[in-house]
């Protein structure tokens, strides 16, 4: 018998709700207190109009969310206990959310059923969704945001582009990272939808992807640089650099950390090769050789898994057909865009662990949303296989 596709996410709500209380009975986990208590005590401080004690943080970007839990502890308590109740039902708004993209791509029950176990079970979502952290809420908007976007590519409904841009405002307030993922996730909309209705295939569009990528680069770097002042003056290369060597020094007695050295500057294919290797050890840190405890065994689990559904969904974008290939596009580069704009500026694989929880949905809907045109595809026989591949089928 077939379990409920929504009690299952009630269930996950309610697990995370018990976590949440218990939470808040005992020290704050490992990796959650630095953050909640900050964010908290900031809260407390807007709400209490104490500003004088934190002037700096108070006008850093990003502390939207600490005026966000004021205006709720104005009107109950400020208990921390109230920050992580409102965090399990952003979760839950989130899970809501990606069955309804499911639905829109009529997954069988076996599929979505698995999607949504990985989505309530994974501890690193367990643990970061359960407490009053920004991460539950970065988790819904991106749910929602990736909803939108699929809305507009098949219906080129405006009010789905309009809300669209609300929500990647909003989520934009949340942390200046996602500066990068909104640009580019309202460009590969826009360019995804442009080639459908034109009929043109994704092999023929690569070079417009390569500069429309060019000009978001060159926009992003003009915003920030307008924004929040961080120095490009020097070039991009040397803005990370200067950022990671700050990242570096901070966490150089963790445990945790997988990256040691900032070399002072880099060239063309250095830099490439920097910044590659620094996205891998973020998608996969800790290596075998580097666990020591039962959470770097769970954290390795998760970044096998996380292998596997990337695998699964580049494999997908040879195989499937031309229009799913475009929806397939909008998945994977936004989770990979977002996971990469993460990784520039972390150096600790417990950090990273926190980081992979917004795109959590995204990287779920990469490895299963056309995983049955994948099998299919594999039972198919050669000689039609390889019929349609010249018809441009697939």
């Known amino acids: 018998m077939n379990l409920n596709l929504r009690s299952i996410i009630w269930m996950g709500f309610l697990g995370r709700v018990l976590l949440a209380f218990w939470v808040s009975t005992v020290d704050q986990i490992h990796g959650t207190a630095s953050d909640l208590e900050r964010l908290h005590g900031l809260a407390q401080v807007i709400l209490n109009g104490l500003t004088e004690f934190y002037p700096q943080d108070l006008?850093?970007?990003?502390?939207?969310?600490?005026?966000?839990?004021?205006?709720?502890?104005?009107?109950?308590?400020?208990?921390?206990?109230?920050?992580?109740?409102?965090?399990?039902?952003a979760w839950l708004f989130s899970a809501l959310v990606l069955l309804r993209i499911m639905n829109l791509f009529s997954l069988n029950y076996k599929n979505m059923f698995m999607i949504l176990i990985l989505y309530i079970l994974i501890p690193s979502s367990l643990l970061y969704t359960s407490v009053g952290l920004r991460e539950a809420y970065m988790l819904l908007l991106v749910n929602l945001s990736i909803y939108l976007a699929i809305i507009f590519y098949y219906h080129r409904d405006i009010r789905a582009f309009l809300l669209l841009i609300g929500v990647l405002g909003l989520v934009l307030l949340l942390h200046i990272t996602f500066i990068v993922y909104a640009v580019f996730l309202i460009s590969i909309t826009l360019l995804a939808t442009a080639l459908r209705n034109f009929n043109i295939k994704i092999v023929k569009a690569l070079p417009y992807l390569i500069m429309g990528a060019m000009v978001a680069i060159f926009f992003v770097q003009d915003f920030l640089q307008s924004t929040v002042e961080i120095g490009f003056s020097e070039g991009i290369m040397a803005a990370v650099l200067n950022f990671q060597e700050g990242s570096v020094i901070t966490g150089m007695t963790s445990r945790a950390t997988y990256?040691?050295?900032?070399?002072?500057?880099?060239?063309?294919?250095?830099?490439?090769?920097?910044?590659?290797?620094?996205?891998?050890?973020?998608?996969?840190?800790?290596?075998?050789?580097?666990?020591?405890?039962?959470?770097?065994?769970?954290?390795?689990?998760?970044?096998?898994?996380?292998?596997?559904?990337?695998?699964?969904?580049?494999?997908?974008?040879?195989?499937?057909?031309?229009?799913?290939?475009?929806?397939?596009?909008?998945?994977?580069?936004?989770?990979?865009?977002?996971?990469?704009?993460?990784?520039v500026g972390t150096t600790n694989w417990g950090t990273a662990s926190r980081h992979h929880v917004p795109s959590l949905g995204l990287l779920l809907l990469v490895g299963f949303i056309f995983k049955d045109s994948l099998e299919k595809t594999k039972n198919m026989p050669i000689e039609k296989l390889n019929s349609m591949k010249l018809s441009g089928d697939l």
């Open 259 to 343: 990256k040691f050295l900032v070399p002072e500057e880099l060239g063309f294919l250095s830099s490439i090769t920097y910044v590659g290797l620094g996205f891998f050890q973020y998608l996969f840190e800790p290596m075998p050789w580097r666990i020591s405890n039962l959470m770097d065994v769970i954290l390795t689990l998760e970044n096998i898994l996380r292998g596997i559904l990337i695998f699964l969904g580049i494999k997908a974008l040879f195989f499937t057909e031309e229009d799913n290939k475009k929806i397939l596009l909008i998945l994977l580069f936004a989770f990979l865009v977002l996971e990469f704009t993460w990784s």
């Open 59 to 89: 006008s850093l970007w990003g502390v939207f969310y600490a005026y966000f839990l004021s205006y709720v502890y104005a009107i109950t308590t400020d208990s921390q206990l109230i920050a992580n109740i409102l965090a399990c039902v």
